[in-house]
């Protein structure tokens, strides 16, 4: 069930250059349901007032309080970071339907370029609580000063985070992709490939490498899209994807798919 409840900012802080965390609290009204790792809400600012919603997927969730990380890029990015501190924003959520994490998986690997890895932070948080098992994270990001993430995944969630940057300002001069491929064919060899499931979010080049090389090498992946939305509710068709049984809604039937069902859009 989908709550619209209106939340505030209880802190807005700068991460990296253009990349911003919102940690928001519910100000009245009906608590939404518990948020599962994978779902998104929709956020309406309301100064500058927005038309539409946009989605965010959700980075830190509590009871009455959620975080999002995001990247400036449009009129609603715009006004989330640098809008009135006071503003009421109208949150719509938890949308989306929770990702299938895998009982029975050893190893997690998580694939994030720039804002994907905003969409990996709670997922990651759930394999935390699971016993005997290891989360390593292949980060990319354009440049050395959008770097974010460190302090949330390596320090808070002891998860294991390369970097790669596309101009070898910090880290691996490469991409998240690079850094994959080297975690699976790398000297040290990885256990059994049915002991493990990835999970990628971030630009469509990227997933389609992440996805094919699972296929490949019949490594269970799951993929994040983060398609343009209109609704986020079902309601509007505006984010059909063609997978391999049917046409799916990227808000209702998604945001995470099985690689196998979405390879060939993320291909096109
Ligand atoms: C399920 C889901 C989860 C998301 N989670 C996050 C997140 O955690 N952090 C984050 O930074 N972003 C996330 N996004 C993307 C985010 O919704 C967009 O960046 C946001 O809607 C932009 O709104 P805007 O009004 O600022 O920009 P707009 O004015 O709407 O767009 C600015 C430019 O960005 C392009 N654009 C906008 N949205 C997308 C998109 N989804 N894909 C490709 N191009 C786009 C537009 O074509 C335009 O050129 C997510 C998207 C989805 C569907
Ligand atoms: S965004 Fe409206 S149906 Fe998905």
Same mark, same amino acid.
């Given at each position: 069930?989908?709550?619209?409840?209106?939340?505030?900012?209880?802190?807005?802080?700068?991460?990296?250059r253009?990349?911003?965390? @919102?940690?928001?609290? *519910?100000?009245?009204?009906?608590?939404?349901?518990?948020?599962?790792?994978?779902?998104?809400?929709?956020?309406?600012?309301?100064?500058p007032?927005?038309?539409?919603?946009?989605p965010?997927?959700?980075?830190?969730a509590?009871h009455?309080?959620?975080?999002? !990380?995001?990247?400036?890029?449009?009129?609603?990015?715009?006004?989330?970071?640098?809008?009135?501190?006071?503003?009421?924003?109208?949150?719509?959520?938890?949308?989306?339907?929770?990702?299938?994490?895998?009982?029975?998986?050893?190893?997690f690997? @998580?694939?994030?370029?720039?804002? %994907?890895?905003?969409?990996?932070?709670? *997922?990651?948080?759930?394999?935390?609580?699971?016993?005997?098992?290891?989360?390593?994270?292949?980060?990319?990001?354009?440049?050395?000063?959008?770097?974010?993430?460190?302090? #949330?995944?390596?320090?808070?969630?002891? &998860?294991?985070?390369?970097?790669?940057? #596309? #101009?070898?300002s910090? %880290?691996?001069?490469?991409?998240?992709? #690079?850094?994959?491929?080297? &975690?699976?064919f790398?000297?040290? %060899? @990885?256990?059994?490939?049915?002991?493990?499931?990835?999970?990628?979010?971030?630009?469509?080049?990227?997933?389609?490498?992440?996805?094919?090389?699972?296929?490949a090498?019949?490594?269970?992946?799951?993929?994040?899209?983060?398609?343009?939305m209109?609704?986020?509710?079902?309601?509007?068709?505006?984010?059909?994807?063609?997978?391999a049984?049917?046409?799916?809604?990227?808000?209702k039937?998604?945001?995470?798919?099985?690689?196998?069902?979405?390879t060939?859009? !993320?291909?096109?």
């Amino acid at each position: 069930m989908k709550v619209v409840s209106p939340f505030r900012i209880g802190e807005r802080r700068q991460l990296a250059r253009g990349i911003f965390q @919102l940690d928001l609290v *519910l100000e009245c009204g009906k608590v939404p349901p518990p948020a599962r790792p994978g779902q998104f809400v929709m956020i309406a600012p309301t100064f500058p007032k927005s038309v539409l919603p946009r989605p965010f997927s959700i980075y830190r969730a509590g009871h009455e309080s959620l975080s999002v !990380v995001f990247k400036v890029v449009g009129d609603n990015t715009r006004a989330l970071a640098f809008g009135d501190i006071a503003q009421q924003l109208i949150i719509t959520g938890p949308c989306g339907k929770p990702a299938a994490v895998r009982d029975d998986a050893k190893l997690f690997i @998580l694939v994030g370029g720039g804002c %994907g890895l905003a969409s990996l932070r709670f *997922l990651a948080q759930e394999m935390r609580l699971r016993d005997k098992v290891e989360i390593m994270l292949a980060a990319g990001f354009p440049t050395a000063d959008e770097v974010f993430g460190e302090a #949330d995944f390596e320090s808070d969630l002891c &998860i294991s985070m390369d970097i790669a940057t #596309d #101009d070898g300002s910090r %880290g691996t001069k490469g991409t998240a992709f #690079d850094l994959f491929r080297n &975690i699976i064919f790398g000297e040290e %060899g @990885l256990p059994d490939y049915a002991d493990i499931q990835v999970f990628t979010c971030g630009p469509k080049p990227m997933m389609k490498a992440v996805a094919q090389l699972c296929l490949a090498e019949g490594i269970p992946c799951s993929v994040i899209l983060e398609e343009m939305m209109a609704c986020g509710l079902g309601a509007c068709k505006g984010c059909a994807v063609q997978t391999a049984s049917g046409i799916k809604h990227v808000c209702k039937d998604g945001p995470v798919f099985d690689a196998r069902e979405v390879t060939e859009y !993320v291909a096109s």
